[in-house]
């Protein structure tokens, strides 16, 4: 049997219930000037826990088929986005 795919990539989107969106990026060579291309991908991944939130690098593996167009989950976060989105509210 084949290898699951496995991506390593940053949550776009976390305002679903277990659901986030993780945006891939890999390189790719132009067909005609060889100029090398980043290309991106958004999968929508399942997180039971819910421990992935927006701006985290996560790593995800293919899985069978959860939902209509969820095929991924979350492994584990490998990297915890930066806290500058915070803001306090004065009252």
Same mark, same amino acid.
């Given at each position: 049997?084949? &290898? /699951?795919? !496995?991506? *390593?990539? #940053? $949550?776009? @989107?976390?305002?679903? =219930?277990? #659901? $986030? *969106?993780? &945006?891939?990026? /890999?390189? @790719?060579? /132009?067909?005609?000037?060889? +100029? ?9 991944? /399942?997180? !039971?826990? !819910? @421990? %992935?939130?927006?701006?985290? =690098? $996560?790593? *995800?593996? =293919? #899985? +069978?088929?959860? @939902?209509?167009?969820? &095929?991924? +989950?979350?492994? %584990?976060?490998?990297?915890? %986005? ?5 803001? *306090?509210?004065?009252?």
């Amino acid at each position: 049997m084949g &290898r /699951h795919k !496995e991506f *390593i990539g #940053t $949550v776009v @989107s976390d305002k679903m =219930q277990k #659901t $986030v *969106i993780v &945006r891939i990026m /890999h390189l @790719s060579k /132009h067909h005609k000037y060889g +100029r090398i291309i980043k290309r991106y991908n958004k999968y929508k991944a /399942h997180d !039971e826990k !819910e @421990s %992935a939130k927006l701006g985290d =690098q $996560v790593k *995800i593996v =293919q #899985t +069978r088929p959860m @939902s209509k167009d969820k &095929r991924f +989950r979350v492994v %584990a976060v490998v990297k915890k %986005a930066p806290l500058a989105d915070v803001q *306090i509210k004065d009252s």
